[in-house]
């Protein structure tokens, strides 16, 4: 980063605070739309906060994704990605990477897994409502729940799905060292390689074509299993809290399930998932950033949860306001390029959850109305590690 930048002077620590739960931290009052952040690693960066510029950043193509895949550069998590991962890549290959997988989120297919998602939701509750209450929601009912509907979306053998979990949570850790983080991703390799001999249908009948398809195969396997179980988890059980912590909130759907689309929607602008802002990018040129002309080489990282609470584009937006519609233009999945292409699945998912959960336990309630969760600390994400309800 260059020393030309005068709000270098003096960079406000990120993230910010050190437990990071539901609720924003208020030190995001204290940004401009644009501002100078130190992160742990001692790196600064350009942190965007602004709605209508965080959407610039996500869908310029002067700020690089693949360029910000380097040591050196700002970033929350101490990994370093294989070049060949989709998450670290720019158009044209990161395009010809997205066609591989993007079939198996299509529409047609999302919507064909709605009837046995539901039968997944409603055999959690029957499980959840056989003990005694008071119980852990995140681990009956969210963690499994996205768990095992990406596993089957990717046809994920069971005796695997436990040693993926527990990896993906090993490269997702913010303290993690390079030494641990290259031995999770090796164990990972060759776990889904072991998974292909067993099963070689949808990606994991790629394997084997040439080692550049492999590498590119195996790490977006990688992406979608991490992925796709860690997000939905994190947002389901912090969508369930945001519920029960205001009862109205959940009472309200119960009442009115017609609702539960916008309240989808209105969930995903306002419940944080990360602890900080997205991945980061690299200006590969100068660029005008609102207030602050960003320099080559710069780091900057768009907040998309903190672009959701911008009072210029949502109302009263750090209220939980289940009837904004279904049209919000919340950057909860991204923007541009990098848009999730799981998004469609997630949607399904949350939908179903609350649907199952509003219509199954319409008394579901905090076990302690005091109860804020308990929040797993030094993770990349707002990860709830316990939440107990009752129902009764």
């Not at 965007?48 to 970033?75: I, K």
């Not at 963690?143 to 053998?157: K, S």
């Not at 988890?233 to 809290?241: C, D, N, P």
């Not at 959960?357 to 076990?367: C, D, E, F, H, K």
Request: some cysteine.
């Amino acid at each position: 980063m260059t020393p030309e930048n005068p709000m270098l002077s003096c960079p406000l620590r990120y993230p910010f605070g050190q437990r990071h739960t539901l609720d924003l931290e208020p030190d995001y009052r204290r940004c401009g739309p644009v501002t100078a952040v130190e992160l742990p690693s001692g790196s600064t960066g350009w942190l965007v906060t602004d709605h209508a510029l965080v959407r610039q950043v996500l869908a310029d193509p002067r700020f690089s994704r693949e360029r910000a895949n380097q040591p050196h550069v700002a970033r929350l998590s101490t990994e370093v990605l294989p070049s060949a991962a989709i998450l670290a890549t720019d158009p044209p290959r990161h395009t010809g990477l997205r066609t591989l997988i993007a079939p198996i989120f299509a529409p047609r297919q999302v919507a064909a897994m709605e009837p046995a998602v539901t039968s997944l939701a409603h055999r959690l509750v029957d499980e959840l409502v056989a003990d005694e209450e008071p119980a852990d929601i995140v681990t009956r009912f969210t963690e499994p729940f996205a768990a095992e509907v990406v596993c089957e979306i990717f046809g994920v053998p069971e005796h695997f799905r436990h040693q993926v979990f527990v990896l993906g949570d090993a490269l997702t850790a913010r303290d993690a060292t390079l030494e641990s983080l290259a031995v999770a991703r090796a164990e990972c390799e060759s776990l889904a390689r072991a998974m292909a001999a067993e099963n070689p249908t949808v990606l994991f009948g790629r394997l084997g074509a040439s080692a550049e398809s492999d590498e590119e195969v195996l790490n977006l396997i990688i992406a979608c299993l991490i992925g796709g179980r860690g997000s939905p988890t994190v947002f389901l059980s912090s969508a369930v809290f945001a519920l029960l912590r205001e009862p109205r909130h959940f009472r309200h759907l119960v009442k009115r399930a017609e609702l539960i689309p916008a309240a989808v929607e209105e969930l995903l602008r306002f419940v944080p998932v990360g602890v900080g802002g997205g991945f980061t990018r690299v200006a590969t040129q100068d660029v005008q950033l609102g207030p602050v002309l960003v320099r080559v080489g710069d780091a900057i990282i768009p907040a998309m949860h903190a672009a959701g609470r911008d009072p210029r584009v949502f109302d009263d937006p750090d209220s939980l306001v289940l009837d904004r519609g279904t049209r919000l233009p919340h950057l909860a999945f991204g923007h541009g390029t990098h848009y999730c292409v799981g998004a469609g699945l997630a949607r399904l998912e949350a939908r179903i959850a609350l649907e199952t959960l509003t219509t199954r336990l319409p008394g579901l309630r905090l076990a302690d109305p005091a109860d804020n969760g308990t929040w797993r600390t030094g993770r990349v994400v707002r990860s709830l590690e316990r939440l107990d309800v009752a129902w009764t």
